[in-house]
């Protein structure tokens, strides 16, 4: 059984930074990514990377988040840079292999002064 941990997440000030972490049991994944629920709404995709190392953004957090990832390590990152009050939530990694999904148990992350 494939396990993903994610880590990093907390509270932090709007303009603030955090940078989570998720970290894959085994490397086999050819899509890992970073998505997010905010309170009271649905799922929704931040970031993901592929394999060949294309990234995907949502257009809320273009500019602002980066992943990347280090196969070394079976390792997904999140920089989160000029947090904003509205990207409060909890964080979720994904890892994505010939259609089955694995999910990590989720990170929170709060944007508040």
């Known amino acids: 059984q494939v396990q993903l941990v994610e880590s990093g997440g907390g509270w932090v000030q709007p303009g603030g930074s955090l940078r989570l972490s998720c970290a894959a049991s085994?490397?086999?994944?050819?899509?890992m990514g970073w998505y997010r629920q905010p309170p009271e709404k649905q799922r929704e995709l931040v970031a993901a990377?592929?394999?060949?190392?294309?990234?995907n953004y949502a257009a809320s957090v273009k500019g602002r988040f980066t992943i990347s990832r280090d196969h070394a390590k079976n390792t997904v990152y999140l920089q989160m840079n000029s947090l904003k009050p509205e990207d409060t939530a909890v964080y979720y990694c994904?890892?994505?292999?010939?259609?089955?999904?694995?999910w990590g148990k989720g990170s929170l992350v709060t944007v508040s002064s």
């Open positions: 085994r490397n086999i994944f050819t899509t």
């Open positions: 994904k890892g994505s292999r010939f259609g089955l999904d694995y």
């Open positions: 990377r592929t394999s060949d190392g294309s990234p």
